[in-house]
């Protein structure tokens, strides 16, 4: 791992000062692993290191939580790569938590308050800070969401992705439509501020089949709602074997439209390409990465970037559970890192900035990146001229139009 006086040289670059910090935690099991997930999840070991075998989806699942000595030796690792980055954000104080996955919610909800006392024992919290859990229904028993409430957690992000028991087969997913309703109802119960995750443009999926979705989850009056498009990526099952009738484009932009104009409806704004929340209720830990913030991340697999003075670094961890926890235990959690090079910057700050309905402010480039405006003069006139970008001078906002396509604004700011 880089050391700190190391990162504190001289460098090319010059940021004022540091961006806010979060940190994600990765707890990176789950039941099953879904054919369309392209994310570090392992399923989970049973007590003789084979996978536990499920029902059919939308049945109750043979367990719901990992084996207490799995899990306790997963929070020693986690404590011991947390104490080993410690130099490089030493004394800033941290203002939102994202504990993903896998399914956080397969550790029980003592496993889960030992975290969190962990991480406030190690870092200093920012007063309100927002300490999100990813859950699924496939994991839900009663009470269980008010035990991670009574942890510390203080908004849940479920898992859902459908309503139709028939869909969630097609997916993977082990829960059933009945399952995931109680799970979101229990979830109001228990937090102020909870998300639902629903996918859209799924295989056979017509237009009036997921206003019916969107009428299932809407009516749970949900404080933020994520909405992802099913898209097939490399090293996924469904890579190998595509799902048959997938919406083409033409009727994926149907629902995206549909899906902004039910959730605007029930004032829900869209203030990310695929968030919707209401006033108060935007996710923190989701918007600085979106801001270019820095995030430090723990357990296997997860990524960090973390600025200083003159040059940003990203790291990430040891991939697999066991040799993370290894490696660990070796105080070598970091499997890699490097430093962003200057001609990379400016893309990698607009691939965040601008998924922003409401972009960012001109000087949040200069700060967060710690580079002059003509390093990106020529992309803003570029994109100004094809009207993908607002004429503010003083604010980097996509138009309409640069919304719909924002790769293609994205890309503008590419290194040559």
């Known amino acids: 791992m880089a050391d700190v006086l190391h990162m504190m040289r001289p460098g090319t670059l010059s940021l004022a000062a540091l961006p806010p910090l979060s940190l994600y935690v990765h707890l990176p099991w789950c039941l099953r ?31 719901t939580q990992l084996s207490v000595e799995t899990a306790r030796a997963y929070l020693a690792a986690l404590r011991l790569d947390l104490e080993a980055a410690l130099p490089l954000i030493w004394g800033r104080p941290v203002v939102s938590i994202f504990i993903g996955g896998g399914t956080p919610s397969l550790f029980a909800p003592e496993q889960i308050a030992e975290l969190i006392s962990d991480l406030r024992a190690r870092l200093p919290l920012e007063p309100g800070c927002e300490i999100t859990l990813e859950a699924n229904p496939g994991t839900f028993e009663r009470d269980r969401f008010k035990g991670f409430r009574a942890a510390g957690v203080t908004r849940l992000s479920i898992g859902v992705q459908s309503f139709d028991d028939a869909k969630l087969k097609a997916l993977g997913r082990i829960h059933s439509a009945e399952q995931a309703k109680a799970a979101i109802a229990e979830a109001a119960q228990a937090f102020d501020t909870f998300n639902i995750d629903l996918m859209y443009a799924l295989p056979g999926q017509t237009l009036a089949q997921l206003d019916a979705e969107l009428s299932t989850a809407l009516a749970f009056k949900p404080p933020h709602l994520s909405v992802y498009h099913l898209t097939i990526e490399p090293n996924t099952r469904f890579a190998t074997a595509p799902p048959a009738q997938l919406p083409d484009a033409d009727l994926a932009s ?104 409401e972009g960012v402010p001109l000087t949040s480039y200069l700060e967060r990146t710690g580079l002059p405006p003509s390093s990106i003069a020529k992309a803003l006139d570029a994109a100004r001229a094809k009207g993908l970008l607002e004429p503010d001078a003083a604010r980097l906002a996509a138009t309409p139009r640069g919304f719909d396509f924002l790769n293609d604004l994205q890309e503008l700011f590419l290194a040559p």
């Open 33 to 63: 692993k879904c054919p369309y997930c392209d994310f570090n999840s392992h399923e989970l070991p049973g007590p003789n290191g084979k996978v536990i075998p499920l029902a059919s989806a939308g049945t109750a699942p043979v367990s």
């Open 254 to 357: 149907e629902m995206l439209d549909l899906i902004t104009a039910r959730t605007g409806a029930m004032g829900l704004e869209r203030y990310e390409v695929s968030a919707f929340g209401r006033a108060g209720h935007r996710c923190a830990h989701n918007l600085n990465y979106w801001q270019f913030g820095d995030y430090l991340g723990i357990g296997a697999g997860a990524h960090s970037k973390l600025s200083f003075p003159h040059r940003v670094l990203r790291q990430v961890r040891w991939r697999e559970p066991a040799a993370y926890m290894s490696k660990a235990a070796e105080g070598v959690a970091v499997s890699n890192e490097s430093e962003v090079s200057r001609a990379d910057l400016p893309f990698e700050f607009m691939l965040n900035a601008l998924r922003l309905r």
